[in-house]
């Protein structure tokens, strides 16, 4: 599996436009969207404005349905929703943000997403956030298997549980937040010293060896610039072993976040 580093739109509104044609021009070709980041219209003019003088099939296009429409049993309208406010007529990937509380409601939102891709609105299809039992139900109960998990990971975060049956079961691992907690940490500053890279070059490095697509975040025009650029490394199995050792299980986004919490978050 081909494993591919990916530009985060989670940002302030007033940034994402110009943050994703900076994007485009440095290179990246692979967007994670969701549309709880509420800023999807101004991504959609980005991308508009590229497709002006690119092809749409140049880029990799994802997005996310949130809990409550999985919830409301609102999937297909979620989709649709997407597809207007980016102004496209396809998604290279959907994912289902975070699992419901309830998943017999993941498992209809599943099967829906089952129906959009065998129509050709969605071209993969998978989750985010979701532990190994939970994708096994929507696995076992369709056939269809979730062909992404999208989970938080960094050197102090590393979930080998999902990890390890992810990359077992050919399932494409993508990971967030790589870089946001460990820009401070003396064991990652020390071994990026060594390496000569950056700490993003480093986390960026750990991620692809560990078979995990890498997702970054930036608004800063210099960092969207440098995070692309960053010599990936080729990290020796003394560097390995050290970032596995650094692991605390130290998330951002708490995966017990009462549901109601997170939407007040993304609203700020
Ligand atoms: N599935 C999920 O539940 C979920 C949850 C969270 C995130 N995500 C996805 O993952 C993406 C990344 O997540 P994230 O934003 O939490 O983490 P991140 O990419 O690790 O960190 C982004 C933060 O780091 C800063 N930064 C980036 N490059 C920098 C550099 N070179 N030097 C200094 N600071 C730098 C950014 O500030 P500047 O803008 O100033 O550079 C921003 O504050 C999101 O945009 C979203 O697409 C998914």
Redesign the pocket.
């Known amino acids: 599996m081909k494993n591919k580093l990916?530009?985060?739109?989670?940002?302030k509104h007033e940034?994402t436009t110009s943050?994703i044609l900076k994007a485009l021009e440095v290179g990246y070709r692979n967007f994670?969207?969701?549309q709880i980041?509420g800023n999807q219209k101004l991504i959609g003019e980005a991308f508009n404005q590229w497709f002006k003088t690119n092809k749409r099939e140049e880029i990799f296009i994802q997005s996310?349905v949130w809990t409550k429409d999985i919830d409301k049993n609102d999937t297909v309208n979620a989709v649709n929703k997407i597809l207007e406010e980016v102004n496209i007529d396809y998604l290279d990937s959907i994912?289902l943000?975070?699992p419901s509380l309830n998943l017999e409601n993941d498992l209809q939102a599943w099967k829906e997403l089952i129906k959009l891709k065998e129509k050709g609105i969605v071209k993969q299809i998978g989750v985010?956030?979701y532990e190994k039992d939970q994708i096994i139900y929507l696995w076992k109960s369709t056939g269809v298997k979730p062909e992404i998990n999208?989970?938080?990971f960094?050197p102090i975060n590393q979930r080998y549980d999902r990890i390890t049956f992810a990359t077992e079961n050919d399932i494409e691992v993508?990971g967030?937040?790589?870089?946001?907690?460990v820009?401070n940490d003396h064991n990652v500053i020390d071994i990026a010293k060594k390496q000569n890279t950056?700490?993003?070059g480093i986390?960026k490095s750990f991620a692809l060896e560990m078979q995990i697509s890498p997702?970054?975040?930036?608004?800063?025009s210099?960092?969207?610039t440098?995070?692309f650029n960053?010599p990936i490394v080729k990290l020796n199995e003394q560097d390995l072993n050290y970032l596995k050792s650094i692991n605390i299980y130290k998330n951002?986004?708490s995966e017990m976040y009462p549901i109601a919490l997170l939407d007040e978050y993304y609203q700020k």
């Open positions: 990916i530009f985060g739109t989670m940002m940034k943050a994670d969207l969701a980041y996310k994912l943000h975070r985010s956030n999208q989970i938080e960094s993508q967030y937040t790589i870089v946001a907690q820009f950056s700490i993003v986390c997702i970054i975040s930036s608004s800063n210099d960092h969207i440098s995070n960053d951002k986004f």
